[in-house]
């Protein structure tokens, strides 16, 4: 290893652990004690590091001990480059990227983004690049809900380093390496229903665009509505994804709000707030109030507020996904050469948030 390598990896196990033991890291590295200590020496003239007994300090670790010995001059080095792979930069996404973004410049780590726009085949290029390119870590939301039997997931359980799947499921046969954070869609539908009955509500509709999160939104959905004679597939609707231009989710949405009044429904869960909005002028056109004829809450809050009935909304915890992904992988690098430790597969539950589109039907009133 030439000496910029072993200077850079030096500093990086400062970074990430605060103090390094020379003998022990010198035959991790393959070389000898006296070459390491000739670069701790190197380092420390240069203001990088502080040497100690046995070995190195970093300067955030020396300032603790005492002030005086840590330069305020040195600069501060990315301690690890984590790559981040998300479907879109719009709507869902922006604010999942915002925490991880925040995540880094905490950890003092460089975040390089690369987005996807659904497609199987730029995911894939994009994490074989990436990983290839020399990122220390990799986060990464598939299009797929699932990527078992995929190239994509055989990629990512091969990786020679931490990989955090965000907002999708990891099943357990993925071989205990990869680890996820994801919102727990099914608890947040469970969610939206239960304060719905609270109101009095007892036919419930659902609408939930395709998408990866549509699954899980439809299992609490059914699991909360379920009756002895089973779930009502009448209140029931998957809308399609429309093409640019495409009036099909109109439509489709005209055709669920007709199915849902019909069937004797008096609420509905909307799924996305996009959709939860067009429904409440749908239904103005057709002289039904909301919420006084017709309670609506919205599965996502990123403009729900913003109609002309403020919508209840059930929000996701986006910002919180991306900056716990980006810190699983900062603590999986930290103790990547320590015993093997259990892997973490997070559900975050997402909250709901009241505003003026959910009331108590006519006949609780």
């Keep these: 290893m030439l000496a910029h390598g072993r200077h850079d990896a030096i500093l990086r196990e400062l970074e990430l652990r605060g103090t390094l033991q020379a003998a022990r890291f010198a035959e991790r590295i393959g070389v000898s004690s006296m070459t390491l200590r000739r670069d701790l020496d190197e380092l420390e003239r240069q203001g990088l590091l502080v040497r100690v007994h046995g070995g190195a300090v970093s300067l955030a670790v020396a300032a603790q001990r005492d002030p005086a ?89 091969e990786a020679p380093l931490p990989v955090v799947v965000v907002e999708r499921a990891v099943e357990e046969r993925t071989g205990g390496r990869v680890e996820s954070v994801r919102t727990d869609h099914a608890y947040g539908a469970e969610l939206a229903v239960r304060r719905l009955a609270e109101l009095g509500h007892e036919r419930i509709a659902l609408a939930a665009r395709e ?73 103005a056109d057709r002289g039904i109030r909301v919420p006084e004829d017709l309670s609506i809450i919205a599965y996502d809050d990123e403009i729900a507020g913003l109609g002309r009935v403020p919508l209840t909304a059930v929000a996701p915890p986006k910002y919180d996904l991306g900056h716990t992904a980006l810190r699983m992988c900062m603590d999986r690098l930290r103790h990547s050469s320590d015993a093997p430790r259990a892997v973490t597969r997070t559900a975050m539950l997402p909250r709901l948030t009241e505003r003026d589109s959910t009331v108590p039907p006519r006949d609780v009133r």
């Design 69 to 157: 010995q840590a330069s305020s001059r040195a600069p501060r080095r990315p301690v690890a480059t984590i790559g981040m792979i998300t479907p879109s930069a719009s709507y869902y996404y922006p604010e999942v990227i915002r925490g991880a973004r925040d995540a880094a410049r905490e950890l003092h780590c460089r975040l390089v983004l690369g987005t996807t726009n659904y497609s199987e085949r730029e995911e894939l290029r994009q994490a074989e690049r990436l990983i290839a390119g020399g990122v220390d870590a990799l986060m990464i939301t598939p299009s797929r809900v699932r990527i078992e039997g995929t190239r994509l997931h055989e990629v990512l359980t």
């Design 211 to 283: 998408t990866p999160t549509s699954p899980w939104l439809i299992d609490g959905y059914t699991r909360a509505t379920s009756r002895a004679d089973g779930p009502d597939d009448a209140l029931r609707a998957v809308l399609p994804t429309p093409l640019t231009g495409d009036d099909s989710s109109v439509e489709a949405l005209g055709v669920f709000l007709e199915s849902l009044l019909a069937n004797g429904a008096t609420a509905a869960i909307v799924l996305t707030d996009v959709d939860a909005v067009s429904l409440v002028d749908l239904a």
